[in-house]
């Protein structure tokens, strides 16, 4: 009586610890892929002006580099300043003079898990250079750009020139068909790109307007300026894919029959057979480290019993 009073508890205990590990496992298992279901943010820029200008001084062999930006963000910001003053050394008496004025100056860059974005828009706008106070580069009375990458979807880059343009104070009309020149003797020559958008699997670029400057001014002790400078720019950054999409193995085709036999047309086998024949067609899978180890564990208590019913016998 009093073995089989301990045999019992002892094979309900090696069940329940059987059991315990079979459920732990897919547990375990569901628990590690919800951890990695996380995907990173993009990312975003935007900036309504930019400058890279060389300016020559009359009674220097020196140049004096012109590289400023107004409203230059990165995801998440935003700015909405709208005047650009600056002061080089040399450049009338070292005095500030205004590269930029407008009366709408913005650039916004925003990211998430799901979109990223840059968007800039500058309205009634004039820029100028060194040694040509008077006389504005180009004055522009709107433009705009956008890059937009949202995750799983192709990114999307759009600029906009809207309204006239002035270049050195010539009314033009700019065209995407390619560069336009505007030269005006004694002054200087710019060239002006319209509208430049760059996209690819992941990112996307926009640039309204683009000008290649090389102007002598002969003022200020300003000999000559040339250079670069682009207004209304956005880039973006398509978000990362989560982990637990990316590392979704492709669906298992079905293995063919082995040796090339056909397999039967219909469900021709016994019962028993057929139920053998499905336990061999799971094969391996995630979860047979786990009923590996709870057959273990039930084999080990099925031992254990036999063992102490032996001794009680004896």
């Known amino acids: 009586m009093n073995g089989n009073t301990f045999r019992m508890p002892a094979r309900r205990l090696m069940t329940v610890a059987a059991a315990t590990a079979l459920a732990a496992g897919p547990a375990a298992l569901a628990g590690a892929g919800t951890a990695q279901a996380t995907g990173d943010t993009g990312r975003a820029s935007a900036t309504v002006l930019r400058t890279g200008l ?6 220097k062999t020196v140049n004096v580099p012109l590289t400023v930006t107004l409203n230059e963000v990165r995801a998440p910001e935003s700015a909405e300043k709208t005047a650009l003053t600056v002061q080089l050394d040399g450049v009338d008496g070292g005095k500030p003079f205004s590269v930029l004025r407008a009366d709408v100056a913005q650039a916004k860059a925003t990211a998430t898990a799901a979109k990223s974005e840059g ?7 004039k820029v100028h250079v060194p040694g ?5 580069l180009i004055e522009v009375e709107k433009v705009t750009s956008t890059a937009t990458c949202e995750a799983g979807k192709a990114p999307v880059a759009d600029a906009n020139l809207l309204g006239a343009v002035t270049v050195l104070g010539k009314k033009v009309t700019l065209t995407t068909g390619g560069p336009t020149e ?3 003797p004694g002054v200087g020559e710019v060239r002006l790109d319209l509208s430049k958008t760059e996209t690819t699997s ?3 670029a926009a640039t309204a307007l683009e000008l290649k400057v090389s102007v002598n001014p002969l003022d200020l002790n300003v000999a000559e300026v040339d250079g670069t400078l682009t207004l209304a720019e956005a880039t973006c950054e398509s978000p990362a894919a989560p982990e637990s999409e990316a590392a979704q193995p492709p669906a298992k085709a ?3 029959p082995a040796e090339g036999k056909a397999e039967p047309a219909a469900d021709v086998q016994p019962q028993g057979a057929r139920a053998e024949a499905d336990l061999a067609e799971t094969g391996g899978s995630s979860a047979t480290p786990y009923i590996a180890a709870g057959a273990a564990a039930l084999v080990l208590a099925g031992g254990g019993a036999l063992v102490l019913a032996r001794r009680g016998r004896g």
């Open 54 to 59: 060389d300016v020559s001084l009359l009674n």
């Open 202 to 204: 992941r990112t996307a």
């Open 254 to 256: 079905e293995e063919p």
């Open 119 to 125: 968007r800039t828009e500058l309205a009634h706008a």
């Open 132 to 136: 040509l106070p008077l006389l504005s």
């Open 182 to 184: 505007v030269k005006v």
